[in-house]
């Protein structure tokens, strides 16, 4: 059905302010040492011409994931499109992280010590420091928790810990914020320690915040990193409702026992469902499905869920959402094209209108997600969707008035500019129908849509492709000065100021 929307320039009434870095991303710790990742799909498959085979066998990660060589964190063009996106937290993370041992003495030349799977040089560490501090990021971590590092059954130590944040703190760029393990409820998947429990992991994150406060109490602390222990997908038929059975997960209850640390900020992850490379766990929806209200729902699904533990471990904190994207295992194979679009600036909409807090979109430049390209470091659509959110939308949020519906759903700000009115996003969520939005007055539009089809690589702003120009300039984010009623086309995505 088509669908009417009316907008207002006064008399909304506001919901909360928004933490200005809202829009962050994760560098994976894998990206910064060289290690595996996610495989890229095919073009076919990116276009949709390809079904992705199913992958039943999860033994032979080799199915899914490849080598990458490191990704050179002082590329010109990557510290130019990080700045202009604006400040953010920048998450090293990742369960690679679980895995690495800092090698900034030279001690083991490369070689990774028994215990590990990884070696993070100070080299390396200090290249990604300095690519925090070029684009004004603040820095958050997670730390090994491995085999090497101890048994499951000792206490946990934190000498290696210490090295990173002693390190950071004396270059100039310290940890701001620190993770104890990065989704620990993922036991069997995680690489802790053999044997490692959820009661072990309460004692040891208990640790791990004293041992914080002790050293670096300017840093806050976050967690507890979970993912999954809800129902994180929703209920569709082909989609599945939560993680597949057989994985040893268990829940944020059970990870933090008795509690006796208190975090600064509560954290989990959230995918809106799974790739096509890990659908046989269940999960996965099918490309069909992505406009739809099941699934533009999961954001403030999961968000409202989180909230009830929020409240009860960090009373009038914020959530961080310390990883997300289109799906879990990478991305789906178009994930990487305009049709990941109204997902992303919904999950900001949505998210908005439940809590304050700050979303690490994942990755920055890695895998299929990635707001650029892997190695070119191109910008796909996903980045221009967000680096508009982020210079139209403030942080003020209003209630719009606006129930979500199939064809309308209406997110509004206070305008970034400071000037009086609001800013509006309008998702036309319907695969088949026009969308009209009556205007109080004259007012700017931003109208983004496919450059040609759906799943298009690159994304049209008011009819013009989005790519950059020259020595990596960007292109000219301009509104349309319009007035009366406009009509967005079905899968369109609209940011008005009034």
């Given amino acids: 059905m088509a669908q009417f929307v009316k907008l207002q320039q006064s008399g909304l009434d506001a919901l909360r302010q928004m933490d200005p870095r809202l829009v962050s991303y994760n560098v994976e710790m894998t990206e910064v040492t060289g290690g595996t990742f996610w495989k890229a799909y095919t073009e076919a498959q990116v276009d949709g011409t390809e079904a992705f085979p199913v992958i039943k066998d999860w033994s032979n990660m080799g199915n899914l994931q490849q080598w990458y060589d490191p990704i050179d964190t002082t590329n010109p063009r990557l510290i130019k499109l990080a700045k202009d996106l604006g400040p953010a937290w920048i998450r090293v993370s990742g369960t690679w992280a679980n895995k690495t041992y800092y090698d900034f003495d030279g001690k083991y030349e490369g070689k990774v010590p028994e215990g590990f799977q990884n070696v993070l040089t100070k080299q390396q560490w200090l290249n990604l420091l300095d690519f925090v501090k070029a684009v004004d990021g603040k820095l958050l971590v997670s730390i090994a928790n491995c085999p090497g590092i101890h048994a499951a059954d000792e206490p946990m130590p934190f000498e290696q810990a210490d090295l990173l944040f002693k390190t950071s703190k004396e270059y100039g760029v310290p940890i701001a914020a620190a993770e104890f393990t990065n989704e620990p409820n993922l036991i069997a998947l995680s690489g802790l320690p053999q044997g490692y429990t959820a009661a072990d992991h309460a004692r040891d994150h208990d640790l791990f915040g004293a041992w914080l406060k002790e050293n670096y109490p300017e840093c806050l602390f976050v967690g507890p990193c979970t993912v999954g222990d809800i129902d994180m997908f929703g209920t569709m038929e082909g989609a599945g409702g939560g993680m597949a059975a057989g994985f040893d997960m268990v829940t944020t209850e059970q990870l933090l026992g008795e509690y006796k ?81 109204p997902r992303t600036l919904n999950e900001l909409g949505e998210f908005s209108t439940v809590t304050d807090g700050v979303i690490f979109h994942n990755t920055l430049a890695s895998s299929d997600y990635g707001f650029l390209k892997h190695g070119t470091f191109l910008p796909r659509p996903n980045y221009f969707a967000v680096l508009l959110w982020n210079r139209l939308m403030g942080q003020t949020v209003f209630a719009s008035g606006i129930p979500a519906e199939e064809g309308k759903h209406v997110y509004c700000h206070s305008r970034k500019d400071g000037k009086d009115g609001y800013a509006y996003l309008i998702i036309n969520n319907s695969w088949t129908e026009k969308t009209t939005v009556e205007l109080p007055g004259e007012a700017e539009a931003y109208i983004l849509t496919g450059n040609g089809k759906f799943r298009a690589r690159t994304m049209l702003l008011n009819g013009s492709e989005l790519v950059l120009g020259e020595n990596d300039e960007l292109p000219a984010l301009e509104g349309v000065k319009v007035s009366g009623t406009v009509e967005l086309e079905p899968g369109s995505c609209a940011f008005f100021l009034v």
């Avoid at 999960?283 to 533990?309: D, F, M, N």
């Avoid at 997300?324 to 094209?337: H, M």
């Fill in 261 to 341: 640390s208190q975090m600064d900020v509560f954290s989990y992850h959230y995918y809106n469902g799974v790739s096509e490379r890990g659908a046989a766990m269940g999960g996965h929806w099918p490309y069909e499905a992505v406009l739809s209200e099941k699934y533009l729902s999961v954001a403030a699904s999961c968000a409202r869920q989180y909230t009830g533990k929020r409240d009860k471990y960090v009373p009038g904190g914020q959530m961080w959402v310390t990883e997300s994207g289109d799906a879990g295992c990478g991305g789906n194979t178009w994930a990487s094209t305009y049709a990941d679009v």
